[in-house]
């Protein structure tokens, strides 16, 4: 075999190494995935009616649920008492004792439920169900979370409560958490160029923002204490919701770390895909989000792709709980947040990988994943060069 030779099989196997450390990778971060209605549950919308409401009426809801719903994460179901035999719907009845009718009960993901106004003092009947439907899919507080999820790293809410030192307190402590983040935000797998945003609910406004509230968790009339949310991609809430002493920097800090983290890095589903806020996704803001991401999330393809790479679900010995523990993997006598800006490292992307992998699969492993690639592209090119020299000498 001639020189020739050598120098095609060497840079077959520079091609086969290198070539699937970069494939292997994931290609979408948590914050990518969020964006995506992938794992969605939607919110429920239930208009009890009787036999002898008019047919103007019926028609009214139906085509105002069809313009008003129609871009959002929440369902429309009229239910008329006489006729309807389903034991989920005819539970709720019974439950708020519902006697007037038409009546609306608005049903969360996670089975709460509150009854909501089907009328509205000197208003009509389309002006009721109006405003009913759209004030249970758009609030002032979802549009500015909106605005802001599109451009920032995510959202921190802040939700007030009556205690006034410990709403300061907890604002205080977002703000310093998001200060620290905003210092790795190069350095994550993906680039993000503005820090997370932080919205506060004053508690004058609470009963107003109760439907956005409710999909927290929080009762707008239990709302004594100041809770913290982190808000990421379509409006997903990740994690859980801290509340009066839960609310800590380093907290706080853990669960924006969550945000920006490879999708391959060993998290439960529980974390990837957080529930969503009711809102409203209108066309106009998915095609915004596509010239900030540089792709489009509803592309079949995408999704197909992100449906793929969530369907494997990762074995570990010792699962992370990312908001006790940081995701960068120190230990609190290693790394202490609430020190000093300078105590908190930068973050890489296999800084984040290798936070998350403990004990997986062999299927999952990033290592066994690479070998297997580098040997099959190693062979494949060989193989090709092999057939290349065969063909060249055997036509001399």
């Known amino acids: 075999m001639n020189r020739s030779f050598y120098g095609i099989l060497f840079i077959a196997f520079l091609i086969g190494v290198f070539y699937p450390l970069n494939t ?12 995506s209605d992938i794992g969605s549950m939607p919110y429920h919308i239930y208009v009890f009616t009787r036999s002898d409401m008019p047919e103007n009426d019926i028609s009214t809801i139906k085509k105002l649920s069809f313009a008003l719903l129609n871009e959002t994460n929440v369902k429309l179901k009229l239910v008329n008492v006489d006729e309807e035999n ?65 451009q920032s790293y995510c959202v921190v809410l802040v939700v007030e409560g009556k205690n006034t030192p410990e709403n300061k307190n907890a604002i205080r402590e977002a703000n310093e958490a998001v200060r620290e983040i905003s210092k790795t935000l190069d350095q994550m797998p993906k680039v993000v160029n503005s820090p997370p945003g932080i919205l506060i609910i004053p508690y004058e406004k609470t009963y107003e923002e109760r439907i956005l509230l409710m999909s927290l968790g929080i009762k707008a009339e239990e709302a004594i204490e100041p809770f913290v949310a982190i808000i990421y991609g379509r409006g997903r809430i990740m994690g859980p919701v801290l509340q009066g002493d839960q609310i800590t920097k380093r907290k706080v800090f853990n669960l924006l770390t969550v945000v920006g983290a490879d999708c391959e890095c060993g998290l439960d589903h529980f974390w990837i895909l957080g529930r969503m806020l009711p809102l409203r996704w209108e066309p106009s803001v998915q095609s915004e989000l596509a010239q900030f991401l540089g792709f489009d999330v509803e592309s079949p393809l995408v999704k197909a792709e992100m ?73 494949l090119v060989v193989l090709i060069a092999g057939v290349f020299i065969f063909i060249k000498h055997k036509r001399k």
Do not use: H
């Open 24 to 35: 292997s990778a994931c290609r979408y971060t948590i914050r990518e995935i969020g964006f």
């Open 86 to 150: 389903d034991s989920v719907t005819l539970y709720y009845l019974d439950k708020y004792n519902i006697q007037s009718f038409p009546s609306a009960l608005f049903v969360f993901p996670e089975g709460e439920s509150m009854i909501c106004s089907f009328s509205y003092p000197g208003r009509s009947f389309n002006e009721s169900v109006w405003l009913l439907l759209e004030n249970l899919v758009s609030s002032a507080f979802r549009k500015s979370i909106i605005d802001q999820l599109l």
């Open 307 to 379: 449906s793929q790479i969530l369907s494997v679900k990762p074995v570990s010995e010792n699962p992370l709980n990312p908001v006790e523990d940081n995701l960068l993997g120190y230990t609190e006598g290693k790394f202490e947040i609430e020190k000093s800006s300078q105590d908190i490292p930068r973050i890489s992307a296999s800084d984040i990988r290798k936070s998350f992998f403990q004990t997986t699969q062999i299927k999952n492993n990033l290592v066994f994943r690479t070998i297997f690639l580098g040997f099959g592209g190693i062979l």
